[in-house]
């Protein structure tokens, strides 16, 4: 195999990972468009989805398992993250950064209360036999370049989401008054908008997206208490990135960041990958501090 | 004079943190009736404004809307029971497009209506139409002005609060507003409660007039009873 | 020495994805002069001011300060040239007490490193206790300014600006939200100001504008419409039609 | 825990005692105010005499960290710039001084083990100058200041801050610890720097150099914290609130936020480096588990308990919070994570303003009745 | 776990002893196995008599995976609770932290897991395996099984990169190839651009000295890349019997690992210490290496201490080298004079239930070496 085939497949690979950062990032950059508000629980909300899909696997094991797990997980972690968010993050709905550190703590606490139920060592989920095999190009200028179905699959349920999401946002009247609240919240509530209803839509909506890419991570590896942390920089970096509350800037930051951390790892290791990651950050803000896609507004933000 | 009061303010107290800015507010508004509330800056009319909308808390007393303890319904409960306001400084949702401003006001309807905008929106205020697909928040000053009172109108409230709704707009708009606000009042049959600092605007259009200071209301009367002499007083020129 | 140019634009364009907000505007400021600027709601006239300060950058035009061209200069260093504005929306600082507000704008020393030191000079002090008198907040001087209502909000934006010492205001609707007697004081308190400060008002208050007794320049669609006097401006037929209506 | 009391210092603690437990109420509480600052320094600098040598360990590392603390009150509190990534700061610092305390122990030529076994052979430039003192002390203090201009300066005159800034800041935590992690050869890798036996030609075990080093701490700890009360109460202190609260609106005044900002942050992580320095003193070793992310964000959580807006408050808040981790996490290890974590959920959201935000309640309270 | 805060040594008839490992954060999983395995000796020992006719108490604390906690910890145990030695100590980075307090105390350390060498102090007792006596005999085996070709993968930390340093040595004195190296950060789960590296190189077999939960997710990626072990053999380092369980046998199912003890080891002693191990702790618990090395420490300290007649450390660990062979779950083992533990390696293959068949050994007991001749020569052990 040469080199052009060991690029190529780092680029297929870079959007596997940008499908997992998407996943992961989805859900933070909703809840901060609409509330300004990161969850740094919400790799917990990822792990959960894990353990979901560990669970169901559990209950039904075998290739059905996976397809009831997505669902499950999407909905437990979805409630999951409708709890934190009535109990804790809607009290402090004013305050941001604080409600950065308070959400830490329960990450916090999550991660040990699994650690107590589940054990400190990774549970397994078993790929179904459907996910065997792949893609493996033998002939052509993408000879050696080989396709995994796992990595097809996540990236199709990374599609799959953002179609999803597309759809309500754009096309729904929710969409609307979850964009109204986005922009204003105590108009949108003189308007008639239940802007707690909205959070909380939101907020299930997406710790249920996290929820997912915990799936998609349990096919991959390990599920343990800390699989989110793994995953949440990256995210958080993906959010800094896509401008706020913007869907599609989400997705083309994680495009630019997952593909960029595949093709540096053909010329680093993974840890150099790491953090050259934060550099291009810091290089693309000096470009374009707004994000990939900045919103326009004449108000002064004092 | 028979007539139930369209809003009823008992005893209404607000505070910010420990400062308080109204104190025992006693007001009666009647259907089909338009209130002007004068004030120097500062007073608390605003607040007040937000009191009865919801959006700021009761600290103390009642709210009764149409006949019922509103006191502690949130805000868009309060809009759902007919209650609309048009804030000062317009708060106008700036990355929505005109027609998406509109729309959210339907909210307000609850599962009312058929969803639609009521046509009247753009009669009264054609610029709308012109700039309906243009976001909100590149609209000049004048322009937001007429779709915050639109999108309020799109709910069919009962109460409209309007918070200085000629403030920083060109005078010929104004009189488009003044005559938008005639309208709402006598054809509409929607009751309003005006703060303006034009004296001028209260005078064409209320029919009872509400002067406050230092957080109380110190004057109430019918538009008729007040001479040339009292607005000057009012105003403390 | 009213006669120089203190500051004038020069053919500017702003273009907002292909909306014209100013189309080709020129105007001309000369020094120790207060010009009023009237339009239409949209004409463009805040976003002359916009243009002015460095918060919207034209996409042809240029703009000179004292024959300076300030057309790409970062914002901070316009207001450096000596050129302040008030924005539309109050803005001051809210957990500052209303002095501190004012000693921010009155004392001009820039550089981050000359704050390294405790208190203000005497001079921003005086400065200070005058302008609280002026804009009548003395007795809340020591509140923070997050407390004040939207009128002494307004009131204290103004003394700032005026206490940056600024040889070119930029007032942006001052008086919205005012009532009439508080109007008046504005337009008293731009009159004091005399032949140091040249100020540049925008407003739709056909009372206040009078009392400024100043020449008044009309915008419309981003364009020039009329310059002349407050009668001038009432007689002409095109600005009522835009703008004054049959009244006023 | 009481060791050796002499006569004067018992007749001290019998005193700070008696206004103890005379007076219960807070009201005495205020009355005495002003003496607890002064007789808390006095215990703290009498503390070799009272304390173990194991909780004297303890109370130095506490003292150190709480510079770093004091840093968290200036950027978060006064700047409202939430840092996630002070542990970045705080480790170059250590490693500055742990490079120092390395080379001092070696004869010339000699390299650090851990080099011998990446497979190093030669001294690499970067560890040069930590063999000159005045270096390394000018270092520890320098290069976290000019590092933390520059990272900050990229991102602040961008103008990008509030929660982007706090998340820029965890992954520079995180690819700061992952880069200390994978350069073993220069750093030593997971393992970090430990096993040091001299400092200036002194063997670090003696008693008398713990005591040396523990007052210098708390030395600094006095000088730093002077300092910024200085800093917070000079006009540097209002343009600093002032960019917190209205940025632009700051910027329309003529002034530039982005160097007040990126000085004060600079300031902070110039703290940080010295306290850093301290604690690899009193610890013994500095390792990439003490710079990352998970300790990055515990150090918020210290301002955060003790208060965000005050001085006083962050001190107290690292010694109470860290000594409480010694004894809850000997006892019930497991339980360490949940107390930690619900320890962030209910300060954050019932004491915004920390300890010292209720204590100035209850006083201020208390004043007000009276 | 049974911990103390006061001192114990006053008390004429007992001696204690800290236990000193991580009880909470990532390492927690691992060593409290070891905990518990040095709790059962303590308690055998203890209904056996005691040692010097004393009952011991162990004081355990929480290391809390993070080295600075390992060497707080330390002291407080040997200046605060006075204890007479100390058990504990995974990683490397907590071993090193803790170091200088056992030097400068003069306390003795008892350490049970493999290691890179490269460190001899007076004031531990390594039991683990040095490199070798686990990676350099993986690696002779490989040899003589004639693979060529070497791929080293390993967690980003120094155990692996020192073995591998090591290894790359021996594959060039061998004038065998190396497929490629690479590192990931302890616990990461990405292999995406690993994998696609070892698809490039075609390795023989790859050496995996990746540490935890990364396993699963390389062993998982690889699979579903399509690279089977049995075309590509995977030796690993740190794979232990509950590692496997836990990873579900049959992704591991096939691959190598050496040890110096599995659990499948067919000897009265193993079996009941595996008895009694379960007995105590649950039937399901696996036995690992580890486990058995911080068993074996508490015995050999017993020993020592009753040979010198005393729990005087520098006695003690005077009498530990003089001990004869003595018999532990593993075999006869000794230590050596260097205070590093005298014992043999053994490969093992995974089967299908999580338990390795001993495939082959080295024979003969290895001496300690914490110096690879051939990677650093002319260094010593010094005591
Ligand atoms: N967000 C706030 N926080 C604290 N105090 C406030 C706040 N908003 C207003 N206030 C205080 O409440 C009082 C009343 O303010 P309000 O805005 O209701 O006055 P107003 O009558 O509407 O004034 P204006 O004519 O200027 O709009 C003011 O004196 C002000 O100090
Ligand atoms: N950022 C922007 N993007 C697009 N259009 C904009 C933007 N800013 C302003 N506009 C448009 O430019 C026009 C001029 O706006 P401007 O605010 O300058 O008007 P104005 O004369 O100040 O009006 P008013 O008297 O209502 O304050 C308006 O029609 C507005 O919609
Ligand atoms: N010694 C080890 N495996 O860290
Ligand atoms: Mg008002
Ligand atoms: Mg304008």
């Given at each position: 195999m040469d080199s052009f085939a060991l690029i190529s497949n780092q680029i297929f690979n870079g959007f596997s990972v940008a499908s997992i950062f998407l996943l992961a990032a989805l859900g933070l950059a909703l809840s901060f468009g609409l509330m300004r508000v990161i969850n740094m629980a919400h790799g917990e909300m990822l792990m959960l989805g894990g353990y979901f899909a560990f669970l169901t696997m559990q209950i039904i094991p075998g290739g059905m398992g996976l397809l009831v797990a997505l669902p499950v997980a999407f909905i437990g972690a979805a409630a999951t993250g409708g709890l934190l968010q009535t109990t804790l993050i809607s009290r402090l709905a004013k305050r941001p950064l604080d409600t950065l550190l308070a959400t830490w703590g329960v990450s916090l606490i999550l991660q040990q209360a699994s650690r107590d139920i589940f054990g400190a060592i990774g549970v397994e989920v078993q790929a179904p036999t459907w996910l065997d095999g792949g893609i493996q190009i033998t002939e052509g200028i993408f000879a050696g370049v080989s396709l995994p179905a796992t990595r097809l699959f996540i990236i199709a349920v990374a599609i799959f989401v953002l179609i999803g999401l597309t759809l309500i946002f754009r096309h729904t009247r929710i969409g609307l008054l979850i964009r109204a609240v986005n922009q204003d919240r105590m108009m949108a509530a003189a308007t008639g908008i239940e802007v707690k209803r909205a959070d909380l839509i939101i907020f299930c909506l997406g710790s249920g997206i996290a929820g997912l890419a915990g799936v998609v991570l349990a096919i991959l590896g390990p599920v343990t208490p800390s699989v989110g942390q793994s995953y949440i920089v990256p995210a958080f970096l993906v959010v800094v990135m896509g401008g706020l509350g913007s869907i599609a800037g989400t997705t083309i930051a994680a495009l630019m960041l997952g593909l960029f951390s595949a093709l540096a790892q053909i010329y680093v290791d993974v840890s150099m990958a790491q953090v050259l990651l934060l550099v291009f950050v810091i290089i693309f803000i000096q470009f374009r501090p707004q994000g990939v896609i900045a919103q326009k507004s004449r108000a002064l933000d004092v | 004079m028979s007539q139930n009061p369209i809003l009823q303010l008992q005893n209404l107290s607000a505070a910010y943190g420990q400062s308080q800015v109204l104190w025992d507010i006693d007001l009666n508004l009647l259907p089909n009736h338009a209130m002007g509330l004068i004030g120097r800056n500062g007073v608390g009319k605003s607040t007040l404004l937000q009191t009865i909308m919801g959006t700021h808390k009761v600290h103390g007393g009642t709210v009764i809307f149409d006949g019922e303890d509103v006191t502690s319904l949130p805000a868009h409960l309060r809009a759902r029971a007919g209650i609309a306001i048009v804030p000062q400084g317009r708060h106008i949702f700036p990355h929505l497009t005109v027609l998406e401003n509109l729309e959210t006001g339907l909210s307000a309807r609850g599962d009312r209506g058929n969803g639609k905008l009521p046509e009247y929106i753009f009669d009264l205020f054609p610029k709308l139409k012109d700039v309906r697909s243009r976001n909100g928040g590149f609209l000049s000053g004048g322009e937001q002005q007429q779709l915050a009172i639109g999108r309020a109108l799109a709910g069919s409230p009962k109460l409209l609060l309007l918070d200085e709704p000629t403030e920083g707009i060109q005078p010929n708009v104004v009189q488009q507003i003044e005559a938008a606000i005639h309208t709402i009042k006598t054809e509409l049959k929607v009751s309003v409660l005006m703060v303006e600092q034009r004296i001028e605007v209260v005078w064409n259009i209320a029919d009872q007039f509400t002067a406050m200071q230092e957080g109380k209301i110190i004057l109430q009367d019918d538009i008729a009873n007040m001479s040339a002499e009292d607005a000057s007083n009012i105003v403390r020129i | 020495m009213t006669n120089r140019p203190l500051l004038s634009v020069d053919g500017v364009t702003v273009d907002f994805d292909g909306f014209k907000a100013l189309n080709s505007f020129s105007f001309i400021l000369n020094s120790g002069e207060t010009r009023v600027v009237i339009g239409p709601n949209g004409a463009g006239k805040s976003t002359l001011c916009d243009t002015i300060i460095g918060r919207v950058r034209p996409a042809e035009g240029h703009i000179y300060f004292e024959d300076v061209e300030i057309t790409k200069m970062a914002e901070q260093d316009i207001v450096r040239q000596g050129i302040c504005r008030k924005f539309q929306a109050p803005g001051v600082l809210p957990e500052l007490t209303v002095s501190q507000n004012l000693e921010l704008a009155a004392q001009?020393?820039?550089?981050?490193?000359?704050?390294?030191?405790?208190g203000v000079s005497a001079e921003t002090r005086t400065i200070v206790e005058d302008m609280l008198e002026r804009i009548e907040l003395t007795h809340r001087k020591?509140?923070?300014?997050?407390?004040?209502s939207h009128g002494e909000k307004q009131w204290l934006e103004i003394g700032m600006v005026i206490s940056t010492g600024a040889k070119l205001l930029l007032l942006d609707e001052p008086t919205a939200g005012m009532g009439p007697a508080e109007t008046r004081r504005t337009a008293e308190l731009i009159k004091s100001l005399g032949d140091s400060q040249t100020v540049l008002v925008i407003d739709h208050d056909m009372s206040f504008v009078e009392q400024l007794n100043a020449s008044v320049t009309v915008m419309h669609q981003g364009k020039f419409l009329f310059q002349g006097d407050i009668e001038a401006v009432r007689q002409d037929e095109n600005v009522a039609a835009v703008y004054l209506g049959k009244s006023a | 825990m009481f060791k050796v009391i002499d006569d004067n210092a018992r007749a001290r603690i019998a005193r700070f005692s008696e206004i103890m437990n005379q007076n219960p109420h807070i009201q005495t509480l205020v009355k005495y105010a002003p003496y607890i600052l002064p007789a808390i320094i006095l215990l703290a600098a009498i503390a070799p005499f009272l304390l173990s040598d194991y909780d004297l360990n303890l109370l130095g590392r506490f003292l150190s960290l709480s510079i770093l603390a004091l840093g968290l009150v200036l950027i978060w509190g006064h700047g409202g710039i939430l840092s996630l990534g002070q542990g970045v700061f705080f480790g170059l610092g250590g490693y500055a001084i742990a490079m120092h305390l390395k080379l001092a122990d070696l004869a010339s030529g000699e390299l650090p083990d851990f080099m011998v076994w990446s497979g190093i052979e030669t001294l690499p430039l970067l560890w040069q100058p930590f063999q000159n003192p005045i270096f390394t002390l000018l270092a520890i203090v320098l290069i976290p200041g000019v590092f933390a201009a520059l990272f900050s300066w990229l991102v602040f005159n961008r103008r990008v801050s509030g929660t982007y800034f706090a998340l820029i800041s965890q992954a520079l935590a995180l690819a700061f610890a992952t880069l200390l992690v994978s350069r073993q050869d220069w750093t030593g890798g997971f393992n970090g720097l430990t096993n040091f036996s001299t400092l200036l030609g002194q063997p670090l075990s003696a008693a008398s150099m713990n005591y040396a080093i523990y007052w210098a701490t708390l030395t600094i700890l006095c000088l730093c914290f002077l300092g910024l009360k200085w800093l917070l109460s000079s006009q540097f202190g209002v343009m600093l609130r002032a960019s917190r609260d209205g940025e632009n609106r700051v910027r329309f005044l003529g002034y530039n936020p982005t160097p007040i900002k990126v000085f004060a942050f600079s300031v902070a992580a110039m703290l940080a480096g010295m306290s850093g320095a301290l604690f690899t003193l009193h610890a013994g070793n500095i390792s990439p588990a003490a710079v990352g992310v998970i300790p990055s964000i515990e150090m918020i959580i210290w301002v955060a308990l003790g208060g965000r807006f005050s001085l006083i408050g962050a001190i107290a808040g690292t010694i109470l919070i860290n000594f409480s981790r010694d004894r809850i996490s000997s006892a019930f290890p497991e339980l360490w994570l949940y107390f930690i974590g619900a320890l962030f959920v209910l300060s954050v959201t019932f004491l915004p303003k920390g300890l010292a935000g209720l204590y100035e309640k209850l006083t201020t309270k208390e004043r007000d009745a009276s | 776990p049974s911990t103390s805060e006061t001192p114990t040594t006053s008390d004429a008839s007992t001696v204690s002893v800290g236990i000193l490992q991580s009880l909470s954060g990532t390492m927690a999983i691992s060593e409290i196995t070891v905990k518990n395995a040095e709790i059962l000796a303590i308690e055998e020992i203890n209904a056996a008599g005691g040692v010097l006719g004393k009952q011991i108490t162990a004081i355990v604390e929480d290391g809390a995976s993070d080295p600075a906690s390992f060497a707080q910890k330390a002291s407080k145990l040997i200046e605060n609770s006075n204890v007479a030695t100390v058990f504990g100590g995974w990683t490397s980075a907590s071993r090193k932290a803790m170091l200088p307090v056992f030097e400068r105390t003069n306390n003795l350390l008892w350490y049970p897991v493999q290691f890179e060498g490269n460190e001899c102090s007076p004031n531990i007792m390594y039991s683990g395996a040095q490199p070798n006596q686990q990676i350099l005999p993986a690696f002779e085996w490989a040899v003589d099984a004639g693979y060529e070709n070497y791929f080293l993968i390993g967690s980003d930390y120094v155990f692996p990169r020192t073995a591998n340093l090591i290894v790359k040595k021996h594959i060039e004195n061998k004038e065998l190839s190396l497929a490629g190296e690479a590192y990931v950060p302890l616990g990461g789960t990405d292999f995406s651009g690993v994998i696609a590296k070892v698809q490039a190189a075609k390795p023989d077999i790859i050496f995996n000295t990746l540490n935890g939960d990364s396993n699963v997710a390389f062993f998982k990626q690889l699979k579903a890349a399509g690279i089977a072990s049995t075309e590509t053999p995977i030796m690993s380092f740190s794979i232990g019997e509950q590692e496997a369980q836990a990873m579900g046998p049959s992704l591991v199912e096939g691959s190598y690992a050496t040890w110096?003890?599995?659990?499948?080891?067919?000897?009265a002693e193993n079996n009941s210490f595996v008895d009694a191990y379960k007995a105590k702790f649950g039937a399901g618990a696996a036995i690992t290496d580890p486990m058995v090395h911080g068993y074996l420490n508490v015995y050999a300290w017993k020993a020592a201490a009753e040979k010198a007649g005393t729990f005087d450390v520098d006695a003690v660990r005077e009498a530990v080298v003089e001990l004869e062979a003595f018999s532990t779950p593993m075999g006869m083992v000794s230590f050596a004079d260097n205070q590093s533990l005298v014992q043999k390696a053994l490969i093992g293959k995974l089967d299908a239930s999580g338990q390795f068949e001993i495939i082959a050994d080295s024979g003969d007991a290895i001496s300690p070496e914490p110096y690879d001749a051939l990677t650093f020569p002319g260094k010593v052990c010094e005591l």
């Amino acid at each position: 195999m040469d080199s052009f085939a060991l690029i190529s497949n780092q680029i297929f690979n870079g959007f596997s990972v940008a499908s997992i950062f998407l996943l992961a990032a989805l859900g933070l950059a909703l809840s901060f468009g609409l509330m300004r508000v990161i969850n740094m629980a919400h790799g917990e909300m990822l792990m959960l989805g894990g353990y979901f899909a560990f669970l169901t696997m559990q209950i039904i094991p075998g290739g059905m398992g996976l397809l009831v797990a997505l669902p499950v997980a999407f909905i437990g972690a979805a409630a999951t993250g409708g709890l934190l968010q009535t109990t804790l993050i809607s009290r402090l709905a004013k305050r941001p950064l604080d409600t950065l550190l308070a959400t830490w703590g329960v990450s916090l606490i999550l991660q040990q209360a699994s650690r107590d139920i589940f054990g400190a060592i990774g549970v397994e989920v078993q790929a179904p036999t459907w996910l065997d095999g792949g893609i493996q190009i033998t002939e052509g200028i993408f000879a050696g370049v080989s396709l995994p179905a796992t990595r097809l699959f996540i990236i199709a349920v990374a599609i799959f989401v953002l179609i999803g999401l597309t759809l309500i946002f754009r096309h729904t009247r929710i969409g609307l008054l979850i964009r109204a609240v986005n922009q204003d919240r105590m108009m949108a509530a003189a308007t008639g908008i239940e802007v707690k209803r909205a959070d909380l839509i939101i907020f299930c909506l997406g710790s249920g997206i996290a929820g997912l890419a915990g799936v998609v991570l349990a096919i991959l590896g390990p599920v343990t208490p800390s699989v989110g942390q793994s995953y949440i920089v990256p995210a958080f970096l993906v959010v800094v990135m896509g401008g706020l509350g913007s869907i599609a800037g989400t997705t083309i930051a994680a495009l630019m960041l997952g593909l960029f951390s595949a093709l540096a790892q053909i010329y680093v290791d993974v840890s150099m990958a790491q953090v050259l990651l934060l550099v291009f950050v810091i290089i693309f803000i000096q470009f374009r501090p707004q994000g990939v896609i900045a919103q326009k507004s004449r108000a002064l933000d004092v | 004079m028979s007539q139930n009061p369209i809003l009823q303010l008992q005893n209404l107290s607000a505070a910010y943190g420990q400062s308080q800015v109204l104190w025992d507010i006693d007001l009666n508004l009647l259907p089909n009736h338009a209130m002007g509330l004068i004030g120097r800056n500062g007073v608390g009319k605003s607040t007040l404004l937000q009191t009865i909308m919801g959006t700021h808390k009761v600290h103390g007393g009642t709210v009764i809307f149409d006949g019922e303890d509103v006191t502690s319904l949130p805000a868009h409960l309060r809009a759902r029971a007919g209650i609309a306001i048009v804030p000062q400084g317009r708060h106008i949702f700036p990355h929505l497009t005109v027609l998406e401003n509109l729309e959210t006001g339907l909210s307000a309807r609850g599962d009312r209506g058929n969803g639609k905008l009521p046509e009247y929106i753009f009669d009264l205020f054609p610029k709308l139409k012109d700039v309906r697909s243009r976001n909100g928040g590149f609209l000049s000053g004048g322009e937001q002005q007429q779709l915050a009172i639109g999108r309020a109108l799109a709910g069919s409230p009962k109460l409209l609060l309007l918070d200085e709704p000629t403030e920083g707009i060109q005078p010929n708009v104004v009189q488009q507003i003044e005559a938008a606000i005639h309208t709402i009042k006598t054809e509409l049959k929607v009751s309003v409660l005006m703060v303006e600092q034009r004296i001028e605007v209260v005078w064409n259009i209320a029919d009872q007039f509400t002067a406050m200071q230092e957080g109380k209301i110190i004057l109430q009367d019918d538009i008729a009873n007040m001479s040339a002499e009292d607005a000057s007083n009012i105003v403390r020129i | 020495m009213t006669n120089r140019p203190l500051l004038s634009v020069d053919g500017v364009t702003v273009d907002f994805d292909g909306f014209k907000a100013l189309n080709s505007f020129s105007f001309i400021l000369n020094s120790g002069e207060t010009r009023v600027v009237i339009g239409p709601n949209g004409a463009g006239k805040s976003t002359l001011c916009d243009t002015i300060i460095g918060r919207v950058r034209p996409a042809e035009g240029h703009i000179y300060f004292e024959d300076v061209e300030i057309t790409k200069m970062a914002e901070q260093d316009i207001v450096r040239q000596g050129i302040c504005r008030k924005f539309q929306a109050p803005g001051v600082l809210p957990e500052l007490t209303v002095s501190q507000n004012l000693e921010l704008a009155a004392q001009r020393q820039y550089q981050w490193w000359k704050s390294l030191r405790q208190g203000v000079s005497a001079e921003t002090r005086t400065i200070v206790e005058d302008m609280l008198e002026r804009i009548e907040l003395t007795h809340r001087k020591n509140e923070p300014a997050g407390l004040l209502s939207h009128g002494e909000k307004q009131w204290l934006e103004i003394g700032m600006v005026i206490s940056t010492g600024a040889k070119l205001l930029l007032l942006d609707e001052p008086t919205a939200g005012m009532g009439p007697a508080e109007t008046r004081r504005t337009a008293e308190l731009i009159k004091s100001l005399g032949d140091s400060q040249t100020v540049l008002v925008i407003d739709h208050d056909m009372s206040f504008v009078e009392q400024l007794n100043a020449s008044v320049t009309v915008m419309h669609q981003g364009k020039f419409l009329f310059q002349g006097d407050i009668e001038a401006v009432r007689q002409d037929e095109n600005v009522a039609a835009v703008y004054l209506g049959k009244s006023a | 825990m009481f060791k050796v009391i002499d006569d004067n210092a018992r007749a001290r603690i019998a005193r700070f005692s008696e206004i103890m437990n005379q007076n219960p109420h807070i009201q005495t509480l205020v009355k005495y105010a002003p003496y607890i600052l002064p007789a808390i320094i006095l215990l703290a600098a009498i503390a070799p005499f009272l304390l173990s040598d194991y909780d004297l360990n303890l109370l130095g590392r506490f003292l150190s960290l709480s510079i770093l603390a004091l840093g968290l009150v200036l950027i978060w509190g006064h700047g409202g710039i939430l840092s996630l990534g002070q542990g970045v700061f705080f480790g170059l610092g250590g490693y500055a001084i742990a490079m120092h305390l390395k080379l001092a122990d070696l004869a010339s030529g000699e390299l650090p083990d851990f080099m011998v076994w990446s497979g190093i052979e030669t001294l690499p430039l970067l560890w040069q100058p930590f063999q000159n003192p005045i270096f390394t002390l000018l270092a520890i203090v320098l290069i976290p200041g000019v590092f933390a201009a520059l990272f900050s300066w990229l991102v602040f005159n961008r103008r990008v801050s509030g929660t982007y800034f706090a998340l820029i800041s965890q992954a520079l935590a995180l690819a700061f610890a992952t880069l200390l992690v994978s350069r073993q050869d220069w750093t030593g890798g997971f393992n970090g720097l430990t096993n040091f036996s001299t400092l200036l030609g002194q063997p670090l075990s003696a008693a008398s150099m713990n005591y040396a080093i523990y007052w210098a701490t708390l030395t600094i700890l006095c000088l730093c914290f002077l300092g910024l009360k200085w800093l917070l109460s000079s006009q540097f202190g209002v343009m600093l609130r002032a960019s917190r609260d209205g940025e632009n609106r700051v910027r329309f005044l003529g002034y530039n936020p982005t160097p007040i900002k990126v000085f004060a942050f600079s300031v902070a992580a110039m703290l940080a480096g010295m306290s850093g320095a301290l604690f690899t003193l009193h610890a013994g070793n500095i390792s990439p588990a003490a710079v990352g992310v998970i300790p990055s964000i515990e150090m918020i959580i210290w301002v955060a308990l003790g208060g965000r807006f005050s001085l006083i408050g962050a001190i107290a808040g690292t010694i109470l919070i860290n000594f409480s981790r010694d004894r809850i996490s000997s006892a019930f290890p497991e339980l360490w994570l949940y107390f930690i974590g619900a320890l962030f959920v209910l300060s954050v959201t019932f004491l915004p303003k920390g300890l010292a935000g209720l204590y100035e309640k209850l006083t201020t309270k208390e004043r007000d009745a009276s | 776990p049974s911990t103390s805060e006061t001192p114990t040594t006053s008390d004429a008839s007992t001696v204690s002893v800290g236990i000193l490992q991580s009880l909470s954060g990532t390492m927690a999983i691992s060593e409290i196995t070891v905990k518990n395995a040095e709790i059962l000796a303590i308690e055998e020992i203890n209904a056996a008599g005691g040692v010097l006719g004393k009952q011991i108490t162990a004081i355990v604390e929480d290391g809390a995976s993070d080295p600075a906690s390992f060497a707080q910890k330390a002291s407080k145990l040997i200046e605060n609770s006075n204890v007479a030695t100390v058990f504990g100590g995974w990683t490397s980075a907590s071993r090193k932290a803790m170091l200088p307090v056992f030097e400068r105390t003069n306390n003795l350390l008892w350490y049970p897991v493999q290691f890179e060498g490269n460190e001899c102090s007076p004031n531990i007792m390594y039991s683990g395996a040095q490199p070798n006596q686990q990676i350099l005999p993986a690696f002779e085996w490989a040899v003589d099984a004639g693979y060529e070709n070497y791929f080293l993968i390993g967690s980003d930390y120094v155990f692996p990169r020192t073995a591998n340093l090591i290894v790359k040595k021996h594959i060039e004195n061998k004038e065998l190839s190396l497929a490629g190296e690479a590192y990931v950060p302890l616990g990461g789960t990405d292999f995406s651009g690993v994998i696609a590296k070892v698809q490039a190189a075609k390795p023989d077999i790859i050496f995996n000295t990746l540490n935890g939960d990364s396993n699963v997710a390389f062993f998982k990626q690889l699979k579903a890349a399509g690279i089977a072990s049995t075309e590509t053999p995977i030796m690993s380092f740190s794979i232990g019997e509950q590692e496997a369980q836990a990873m579900g046998p049959s992704l591991v199912e096939g691959s190598y690992a050496t040890w110096n003890y599995f659990q499948s080891l067919e000897t009265a002693e193993n079996n009941s210490f595996v008895d009694a191990y379960k007995a105590k702790f649950g039937a399901g618990a696996a036995i690992t290496d580890p486990m058995v090395h911080g068993y074996l420490n508490v015995y050999a300290w017993k020993a020592a201490a009753e040979k010198a007649g005393t729990f005087d450390v520098d006695a003690v660990r005077e009498a530990v080298v003089e001990l004869e062979a003595f018999s532990t779950p593993m075999g006869m083992v000794s230590f050596a004079d260097n205070q590093s533990l005298v014992q043999k390696a053994l490969i093992g293959k995974l089967d299908a239930s999580g338990q390795f068949e001993i495939i082959a050994d080295s024979g003969d007991a290895i001496s300690p070496e914490p110096y690879d001749a051939l990677t650093f020569p002319g260094k010593v052990c010094e005591l």
